[in-house]
């Protein structure tokens, strides 16, 4: 794999995953065949129509950046979920019913999933044990 893509088949020999820089400043990820994901955006978009020339930023063939969050609590108990304070992001350990496993929560007491305009209400949040906590306001 090259770093610098200059040619439509250099773009589509790029393995799925891998993050590109566009000639027209476009910041888009391989999703699978035939699609990318533009960050800032959640819709898929055509690989092919990335403006050329394009830097990879980042390979799934490269070892991924090391970070190390703070320590985050697991969360096992409905009324650790109630007692997070609006903005704290969860990742549930198992697949929601939904389909999803990132979720924010919102002020009203409702998660919503990351991605997507559903919110799972209160008295389901027990669907979403156990989770681990990925965000909090304060890790700013």
């Known amino acids: 794999m090259t770093d610098f893509i200059d040619t439509i088949d250099q773009l589509f020999a790029v393995p799925r995953g891998t993050v590109v820089y566009s ?6 990820a391989r999703f699978d065949v035939d699609r990318g994901v533009v960050f800032g955006d959640e819709r898929p978009i055509p690989w092919r129509d990335l403006t050329l020339p394009a830097t990879v930023l980042w390979s799934p063939s490269q070892e991924a950046p090391q970070w190390d969050p703070p320590p985050a609590p697991d969360l096992d ?10 903005g704290c992001a969860i ?5 929601h019913p939904d389909g999803h ?11 919503k999933a990351a991605g ?8 389901r949040l ?5 989770a681990r906590l990925i965000w909090h306001p304060e890790w700013r």
Do not use: C
Request: charged share 30%.
């Open 126 to 130: 027990e669907t979403m044990l156990p």
């Open 116 to 123: 997507s305009g559903r919110y799972t209400p209160v008295d």
């Open 77 to 86: 108990d409905f009324e650790q979920l109630l007692d997070l304070p609006v």
């Open 101 to 111: 496993r990132v979720y924010e929560k919102f002020p009203d007491g409702r998660w």
């Open 23 to 28: 000639k027209a400043g476009t910041i888009a």
């Open 91 to 95: 990742r549930t350990k198992f697949q």
